[in-house]
């Protein structure tokens, strides 16, 4: 079946480590997009990207890292400087086409907690 | 900059309509989306509906548009006990990325 992949499901980091999140998507999808999720918030921008070799900051970019090396595949790294990362992530992909809106479709997400 | 608004809770008798509405500041939005998200998953597309829409129904969701007020409504008839979930309502100007709301929590009781 198409869709976006995400894992780990659930994620522990002792503080001070880096750990990285994986998404991969079968959709061609060529733009994809990481959100965090605070509880009783709304979803917030990290990082995205539209293409292979590029990616953009989103609104909270700081103490995390991604890379695009193959078009399936777009994961995310927090890394120590992120002081607050216990939250849930949300992986996204979508086409770059117009037509019909520029629908995103997401991942089950993975939960991150610090201990 | 952009900013899209809803309220943090719905709640409503099974069988009732259900109305979660929605307000957003950008006026050269294109495209409006709400999205649901049930406890611990992802979020499941519902319905978006272009900006030069007023209206569109999918089933039981409608969704009104009031480009004037900049404000976005989804209404479900016959509310199940299965459309208990965290809706939100997003916005896109260009195709780059998309803005959320909060989300508002529906609750359905019996």
Known sequence: DGGITQSPKYLFRKEGQNVTLSCEQNLNHDAMYWYRQDPGQGLRLIYYSQIVNDFQKGDIAEGYSVSREKKESFPLTVTSAQKNPTAFYLCASSTLSTGSGNTIYFGEGSWLTVV | GEDVEQSLFLSVREGDSSVINCTYTDSSST????????????LQLLTYIFSNMDMKQDQRLTVLL???????????ADTQTGDSAIYFCAETYNTDKLIFGTGTRLQVFP
């Open chain 2, 31 to 42: 495209y409006l989306y709400w999205y649901k998200q049930e406890p611990g998953a992802g």
């Open chain 2, 66 to 76: 009031n480009k004037k007020d900049k404000h976005l409504s989804l209404r479900i």
